[in-house]
């Protein structure tokens, strides 16, 4: 199984205890799914973790940008999408994820974003849906 997570999930894993972070762990300890990612993504989740915002919560957990990031980019397989169609109405950035999905032929997106993203359900065969059901699904 392949899997893109969209950069709020992302980043609620690594910064937080919650049903992302369990579902990243998950996903780590399943030899039969890999993680993927696109170079618009890791640059998406740059910016959000040197936010001043952001720095807050890396000083609470004792971490730096880096050092989360580097975790990060050792678990997944770095993928390029040839081109990034329009696709989420209202979200240009959310077409990033779709393209990344379809660049690593993923059978999962894995979104919190429930204003554009999880409303279109799937994309070329991909099934878009949040943490808890990814993690249900990952439990199988």
């Given at each position: 199984m392949?899997?893109?997570?969209?950069?709020?999930?992302?980043?609620?894993?690594?910064?937080?205890?919650?049903?992302?972070?369990?579902?990243?762990?998950?996903?780590?300890?399943?030899?039969?799914v890999?993680?993927?990612?696109?170079?618009?993504?890791?640059?998406e989740?740059?910016?959000?973790l040197?936010?001043?915002?952001?720095?807050?919560?890396?000083?609470?957990?004792?971490?730096?940008?880096?050092?989360?990031?580097?975790?990060?980019?050792?678990?997944?397989?770095?993928?390029?999408?040839?081109e990034?169609?329009?696709?989420?109405?209202?979200?240009?950035?959310?077409?990033?994820?779709?393209?990344?999905?379809?660049?690593?032929?993923?059978?999962?997106?894995?979104?919190?974003d429930?204003?554009?993203?999880?409303?279109?359900?799937?994309?070329?065969?991909?099934?878009?849906?949040?943490?808890?059901?990814a993690?249900?699904?990952?439990?199988?």
């Open positions: 392949r899997i893109v997570l969209d950069t709020n999930i992302v980043l609620s894993a690594l910064l937080w205890q919650g049903t992302p972070h369990h579902l990243l762990a998950a996903i780590r300890l399943q030899p039969g890999q993680l993927c990612s696109s170079t618009a993504l890791l640059e989740l740059v910016d959000v040197t936010r001043a915002s952001t720095a807050r919560r890396l000083a609470l957990i004792g971490k730096t940008a880096r050092e989360v990031l580097a975790d990060y980019v050792e678990a997944i397989e770095l993928v390029e999408p040839a990034v169609p329009r696709v989420v109405a209202g979200d240009a950035d959310d077409d990033q994820v779709i393209a990344a999905a379809v660049a690593a032929r993923a059978d999962l997106i894995v979104s919190g429930r204003r554009h993203l999880l409303p279109i359900g799937s994309h070329q065969g991909i099934t878009i849906i949040d943490a808890s059901e993690l249900r699904r990952l439990a199988v």
